[in-house]
Structure formats: C-alpha cells, structure tokens
C-alpha cells in the first residue's frame, strides 16, 4: 500500500450508498478535523453542477449531482487514512483494487473542477454582447421574455446585465444573464 506513487497528494473516488453523498462529506470531515488529519486529507468534494429545471412554467435551479454514489478525496493514501476513509459511515470503498487505490487523472479532476467552476478556467462559455448604456434590448428568455428593455448598466466580467423595462405604466428594474437578451 504505501509504495511511492501513494505518499503523493491525490484526488481519489470513494464509493458510497446512493444518496449518503453529502453525509459521507460532513461525516469525512468531522473525523479529518478530531482525528487531526488535515496535513494527509486536504479535500472533499460531492461534484454537483447547477441545472435549471422547469415545473409548471417556473423555472428552478437544482444541484445535479454529477456522480451519483461517489465522493471525492484529495488525500495522502496510507495505512491509516485509507482505513479511516474507509471506515465513514456511509462508505462502501475506494474505487481501485482491494487495499490499492485509483488516483483519479489530473486531466479528468480538473475537468470536473472546471464543470463545478472551481478552477480559474471554466468550461461554461463566456458570451460576451456588444451593448451599451442607453441602448434598447430584447429579452429572448425567462419571466420577460419579447419585452423590450433599456440598458442601465452593462458587467461582462458576471455576464450580466441591468436594464429598464416598462411595467403597468412604469419602469421596472431586471437583472439578466447575457444569454437571455439579443440586441434590438
């Protein structure tokens, strides 16, 4: 178990019963933080990833785990933080073969970290539009959507943006993201 490749700092896949995720989680790290582990398990993570849901005409955003069943490490593997990973209530195992776990990929982690927007490079498109302040907007999407707006304020840095929209005779103020809106 403890050959050279597992004294280095790795993310590795537990496995847990279906729907213990964030269980296994606050479990994991109550017994990092009593049992003194913090300099051999540095990291644990239940990668989700926002979805927007739509039930009756109400749009919602959910946290959508992206691996059912599986929590991720990033430790130090050895004989006692293996059995003490181990041995959470809630876990089933390592993904990897019997004592001998799997790091999982650098290349894959940080996709997945990417996936979650926890890296400085994001997977998820910037859109940038070429608005400004003063200009006149539609909304393609969303609660306004065909409403004309007039633009207030303009952040590409969010990728968003203030506009006015008028309302039962009188300007209303929204927030939205640059992919809901096109220019007039």
């Known amino acids: 178990m403890e050959s050279e490749k597992t004294l ?13 995720e964030n269980k296994v989680k606050t479990n994991l790290e109550r017994k990092v933080s009593s ?6 398990i540095f990291n644990v993570l239940v990668p989700v990833v926002d979805e927007v849901e739509k039930k009756n005409g109400v749009e919602k955003v959910i946290k959508r785990k992206l691996f059912p069943g599986y929590v991720f490490v990033e430790m130090i593997v050895n004989a006692k933080t293996w059995f003490d990973v181990r041995n959470t209530d809630g876990v089933t195992g390592f993904v990897g073969a019997g004592t001998d776990p799997t790091p999982i990929d650098e290349d894959q982690m ?19 539009i ?19 707006a007039k633009v207030v304020s303009v952040d590409n840095e969010k990728g968003k943006l203030k506009a006015l929209i008028e309302m039962f005779g009188r300007e209303t103020p929204v927030e939205l993201d640059f992919n809901q809106v096109e220019k007039s």
């Open 8 to 20: 280095e700092r790795h993310w590795y896949a537990v496995h847990t019963y279906s729907g213990y």
């Open 35 to 40: 049992l003194g582990l913090e300099d051999k």
């Open 110 to 128: 940080a996709n997945i970290l990417n996936l979650m927007g926890l890296s400085e490079e994001t997977v998820k498109p910037v859109i940038n």
């Open 130 to 148: 070429d608005v400004e302040v003063g200009e006149f907007i539609k909304i393609k999407s969303g609660s306004f959507k065909d409403y004309a």
